[in-house]
């Protein structure tokens, strides 16, 4: 392959993978209900948005769902990857093995047991299943990102702890969590996009007592192409590369280490 | 060393043995429980053992879903693969300033939501889509194409969504592909394709696979983008799965669906297992 042909062929998929985006982004702010000619530039469709409490209702729902879901995923990933990594116990290959069918176990899979589950313990669907089954779906993948980070760190460091008398909770505050604490963002804001972009496992789920967003956008898009959905879509599609563009510049940034 | 174990450590591996206990295990074994047992209107299920769900599967409406979905989830992941290779190697083997900016413009989209993307592709393909206003001014067709609503549609969508799946895998195995490797096929007088053959399609093979599986079991249980790019025309096995659950209140039947389909995935990590060494494995997650 010659290098124009590579330079073109590298651009066409960029083109692929970014025109549906570009296209909702400037049709938010079309002046046109439904023509795709452009009419002018416009705030209104975010107006609309902003006017409608019943979304901002369902917004902020998803949101505190994906900060819960993403916090508590967290920790028991982490826990998971250091247990892993460190320790010997019953069962370590097992665990091991079961994260890694986790990853790969399709969604619609996972959301049907979790509601085999809770019609049997009879727990009503609404906020609690969504959180429960949010932070299962996140679990594995922080334990994997904080693992493929851990297994790089020099086990010296715990050996020369222990030997100064440090315990295990002491070794886990003071060197696992500050060395990792790049794969350990890493895994949160992977959760938190996971649980803020899930539509299958939340449609099984959730209940008419909690509304979320993802579920929320699946109806109005199923009734149809709206001029506020592609408000709305970029407007999650900007908090979502803040998000990631702050959490990487504020933890990866900082120390030259 | 010999040392009593902490509290600490003890309390970490309970409370991951717990939630994977509960979240995982315990949902696991009810699936499979559950597609052994007997429909029940009034209830979830009847406790009466029975392997019917399993022999209803051969209905020639199940079998004809379960087909149409294991040909759409192959041809994506070979369109996913014809697509993703050469752009793989492509950004893998630029120079790695640029490399790695160039695979994080791969990753964004991936941030966005899918249904988001799933919806843009919709305004793309509708009748009075993108497609159709730039195909009728070039003068190329003189009648809409109706894209949106067919097969073609929903293939259109599962590779979009899907192809930073493939491109991740392929570039992380590529990236560690060494460039000795050719210069020694040509010294030994191979050609080029004789060198893609049988030097580099099987020192990426793991790539290849890892790419092809994360694409190949999302596009085979599919939900929201048949229904949104294929109406209701084009429904595959996730569709059949929430109906039977949803719709029909089959719990049995659609927990054997489920069971089928993990079997399938089974047999896919399987094959990747046999075909990837130790330190590999990894990136597969």
């Not at chain 2, 259109?156 to 899907?162: H, K, P, T």
Request: charged share 10%; aromatic share 14%.
């Amino acid at each position: 392959m010659n290098k124009f042909t590579k330079y073109f062929y590298t651009i066409c998929v960029y083109f692929f993978l970014y025109l549906p985006i570009a296209i909702v982004i400037v049709f938010s702010f079309n002046n046109a209900k439904h023509s795709l000619v452009w009419q002018g530039f416009t705030f209104k469709w975010y107006a609309s948005l902003f006017n409608d409490s019943a979304m901002l209702r369902v917004a902020w729902h998803s949101l505190i769902l994906g900060v819960l879901a993403a916090t508590i995923a967290t920790i028991i990933g982490t826990l998971a990857a250091v247990s892993l990594f460190r320790y010997r116990f019953f069962g370590k290959k097992i665990l091991h093995g079961l994260i890694f069918i986790l990853i790969l176990t399709p969604e619609i899979v996972t959301a049907i047991s979790l509601l085999l589950l809770y019609s049997f313990l009879k727990i009503p669907l609404g906020f609690w299943t969504l959180l429960l089954a949010h932070t299962a779906l996140c679990v594995p993948f922080v334990a994997v990102t904080v693992y493929s980070r851990i297994t790089t760190l020099d086990t010296d460091i715990f050996e020369a702890a222990m030997d100064l008398g440090a315990t295990d909770f002491t070794i886990f505050r003071k060197i696992i969590i500050p060395l990792l604490l790049p794969a350990i963002a890493s895994g949160w804001l992977l959760s938190f996009t996971l649980s803020l972009d899930d539509v299958i496992i939340s449609y099984f789920v959730s209940g008419p007592s909690f509304d979320i967003l993802p579920l929320k956008i699946y109806s109005m898009v199923r009734l149809g192409v709206k001029p506020e959905v592609n408000a709305l879509c970029t407007l999650m599609l900007a908090f979502t590369l803040f998000a990631v563009i702050t959490t990487y510049q504020s933890i990866f940034k900082k120390k030259p280490s | 060393m010999k040392k009593k174990s902490s509290f600490f450590k003890i309390l970490s591996i309970n409370i991951v043995w717990l939630w994977l206990g509960i979240f995982a295990l315990i949902p696991i074994t009810l699936t499979f429980v559950t597609s052994f047992l007997t429909q029940d209107p009034n209830a979830i299920v009847k406790f009466a053992l029975t392997l019917s769900n399993y022999w209803e599967l051969f209905n020639h409406a199940y079998v004809s879903i379960l087909i149409q979905s294991i040909t759409l989830a192959g041809t994506c992941t070979v369109i996913c693969l014809i697509i993703g290779y050469p752009f793989a190697f492509t950004i893998a083997r630029s120079k790695s300033k640029h490399s790695s900016l160039l695979l994080l413009l791969v990753v964004i989209p991936f941030w966005t939501s899918s249904l988001i993307r799933t919806y843009a592709i919709m305004a793309i393909l509708k009748a009075k889509g993108i497609l159709n206003a730039m195909l009728l001014a070039m003068g190329l067709i003189d009648q809409p194409l109706q894209i949106l609503y067919s097969y073609l549609a929903v293939l259109i969508g599962c590779v979009y969504d899907l192809l930073p799946f493939m491109i991740l895998p392929l570039y992380a195995n590529i990236e560690k592909f060494n460039e000795e490797y050719l210069e020694a096929a040509q010294d030994l007088g191979a050609n080029w394709l004789t060198t893609f053959i049988k030097v580099v399609i099987p020192l990426t093979m793991p790539g290849i696979i890892a790419g092809s599986v994360l694409v190949f079991l999302p596009a085979m249980t599919m939900f929201y983008i048949p229904v949104l790019l294929g109406g209701a025309k084009n429904l595959l096995v996730g569709n059949l799965v929430e109906y039977q659950f949803l719709t029909a209140n089959n719990w049995p039947l659609g927990t054997a669906i489920s069971v089928v389909i993990s079997l399938l995935m089974g047999a896919m990590i399987a094959v990747y297992w046999y075909n990837s060494k130790e330190k590999d494995r990894e990136e597969l997650a």
